[in-house]
């Protein structure tokens, strides 16, 4: 998609402004964020997140949105930056405080009609977020738009779309919840640090690419796409979320054994998935898992720390009762991120990859803080995430979930636009799944 025709076929925002906000400070020393093999394997990947707000008691200053954003950047100086590439070839990041995109919008529903529409999550991230992809001038887009929509009632959305090849959806929730953070008056942490995250080309990976034949198994190597880093859609995709309350996850939960609720999830989508594109569709996963450090406002750089690995079922999923297959899938804790590492490095990242949908992907982001972003001494009223560039075998996202009344796990799908609908039937009447 060219980002010319973003936004333009939305009827529900209009009046958008763009603008730019860069550090506070200069960064200096000639900083350079040179990229793991891990976030190479996701460049043509992108997070979009977006989150709720009802209206405050003040009217809504978009330059007090702004305002605490150049403090944010001084800290997190690599979302300024963009991307370049070395003499090899590989790309990294000069931190040279180009800045980030804002974008200023207006619509004339309110955030409860917003959020009553059926099916919101796919408007959601075509008019609530300004989903940029990196290039064709790729030394001259920046790595992440942020999108402030005012809603008729007062309310506000915060739409993020972030290139993957900067961190996780970890580093960029944590990023949004340090803004907040800023915005309310607190001090921020002195120093950040950035956790190991492997050395692009190391001896090790280098050893296992041998000639670049052997490719991990949660990726897939596609065509050369050159600076701009989109695939080419070879189905028509769609985005949809559901939401399951915690006691109905909690009634298939194995009664011995460790497994989490988003094993439970895991379980139910690919026994069902499995039903819908027979059984031979499904017999391989990929399951990533969040690696974040700490929690709550501890002070890191963004990075790609999830642990990748796949599942290969050589038994019918179909016939295997969700408290078993959860159970096993629980038990595996496989890791291949080693393995991705020498797939990229063989030919100093210049290949170009799948991660998400590769494999039916499925992303354990049950522990992310998404509700942890504050504005105005409140936190969202419903927040989201979804992936942008996604291969025909889709991705699942468990996040956290919020209700009125009820909390549990939010289900965000992006799938064959036939697979949504059968899926999200099968979840709503199957008595087998919630």
């Avoid at 059984?279 to 002070?299: I, K, N, Q």
């Avoid at 790609?304 to 159970?327: C, H, K, Q, S, Y």
């Amino acid at each position: 998609m060219s980002q010319s025709n973003r936004h333009q076929d939305s009827p529900v925002v209009h009046g958008l402004k763009l603008s730019s906000v860069v550090p506070g400070t200069i960064t200096g020393d000639n900083r350079a964020r040179e990229l793991t093999g891990m976030d190479l394997a996701v460049k043509l990947h992108y997070l979009r997140g977006v989150y709720f707000f009802r209206a405050p008691d003040v009217p809504v200053d978009i330059e007090s949105l702004k305002e605490p954003m150049f403090r944010t950047l001084e800290l997190f100086y690599p979302v300024s930056g963009r991307v370049r590439r070395a003499e090899t070839g590989r790309p990294f990041i000069k931190c040279n405080d180009s800045g980030v995109r804002i974008v200023e919008a207006e619509t004339e529903k309110t955030v409860d009609e917003w959020l009553e529409m059926d099916d919101h999550a796919g408007v959601d991230h075509t008019a609530l977020i300004y989903s940029h992809v990196l290039g064709p001038d790729l030394g001259f887009t920046p790595l992440v738009f942020i999108q402030f929509t005012l809603f008729k009632c007062g309310g506000i959305s915060v739409g993020l779309s972030w290139a993957h090849v900067l961190g996780d959806a970890f580093s960029a929730s944590f990023f949004l919840n340090m803004w907040g953070h800023i915005m309310a008056g607190r001090d921020p942490p002195k120093h950040f640090h950035l956790p190991p995250l492997g050395q692009p080309g190391t001896e090790a990976a280098l050893q296992d690419a041998g000639s670049g034949k052997n490719v991990a198994s949660s990726l897939r190597r596609i065509d050369p796409v050159g600076d701009h880093w989109v695939i080419a859609d070879r189905c028509t995709m769609r985005t949809s979320s559901v939401h399951i309350a915690r006691d109905h996850i909690d009634r298939l939960m194995p009664s011995h054994g460790k497994c989490s609720r988003f094993h439970v999830v895991l379980a139910v989508i690919w026994k069902t998935l499995a039903r819908i594109r027979g059984e031979g569709g499904a017999r391989t996963v990929t399951v990533c898992a969040g690696s974040h450090h700490g929690g709550g406002l501890e002070p890191y750089l963004p990075g790609n720390r999830m642990i990748v690995g796949t599942v290969n079922a050589d038994f019918p999923i179909t016939e295997t009762d969700v408290p078993e297959l959860a159970t096993w899938v629980a038990s595996l804790k496989t890791n291949e991120n080693h393995q991705v590492e020498g797939t990229v490095a063989w030919d100093s990242g210049q290949s170009d990859y799948v991660l998400y949908g590769a494999n039916l992907t499925f992303v354990n982001l049950e522990d992310a803080d998404i509700y942890g972003l504050e504005w105005k001494g409140q936190k969202p009223v419903y927040a989201n995430y979804a992936i942008g560039g996604v291969g025909s075998e889709g991705v699942i996202l468990v996040l956290p979930w919020k209700g009125k009344e009820r909390e549990g796990l939010t289900i965000t799908m992006t799938l064959a636009e036939t697979e949504v609908s059968e899926l999200k039937k099968e979840l709503r009447t199957n008595p087998q799944c919630f």
